[in-house]
């Protein structure tokens, strides 16, 4: 079976960075996208950034445009979420999520596997 671990999650100053790993093991996933999510306590989950596993597409929520960028590791088969000029609104638990590579590439509530998320936190 598919499963997706995330990674990178860590307490931060407002302004500072952090990067995000997602590993994904059990299948290939030449035909898939792996998306990153985000929810917070008493919130509703919420859409970050989106990759095609060959790192041809990407696509990212208005909130994150400009601030997060999402790319792909070869070396270590993980889709990885920068994250620079973190923001306290950022405060989150981060998941990484998987699925097939169809028309409706963008689209955010059809994801099949997730990962256990990891949790970012960020100060003022």
């Known amino acids: 079976q598919v499963q997706l671990a995330e990674s990178g999650g860590g307490l931060v100053q407002a302004g500072g960075s952090l990067r995000l790993s997602c590993a994904a093991s059990g299948r290939s996933f030449s035909h898939s996208i792996i998306g990153w999510f985000r929810q917070a306590p008493g919130k509703e989950r919420e859409f970050v950034a989106a990759?095609?596993?060959?790192?041809?597409?990407?696509h990212y929520a208005d909130s994150v445009k400009g601030r997060f960028t999402v790319s792909r590791d070869n070396a270590k088969n993980t889709v990885t979420l920068q994250m620079n000029n973190l923001k306290p609104e950022d405060t989150a638990l981060y998941y990484c999520?998987?699925?097939?590579?169809?028309?409706?590439?963008?689209?955010?509530?059809?994801?099949?596997?997730w990962g256990q998320g990891t949790q970012v936190t960020v100060s003022s």
């Open positions: 990759i095609t596993w060959s790192g041809a597409a990407t």
């Open positions: 999520a998987a699925k097939g590579l169809t028309r409706g590439l963008w689209r955010t509530d059809d994801y099949d596997y």
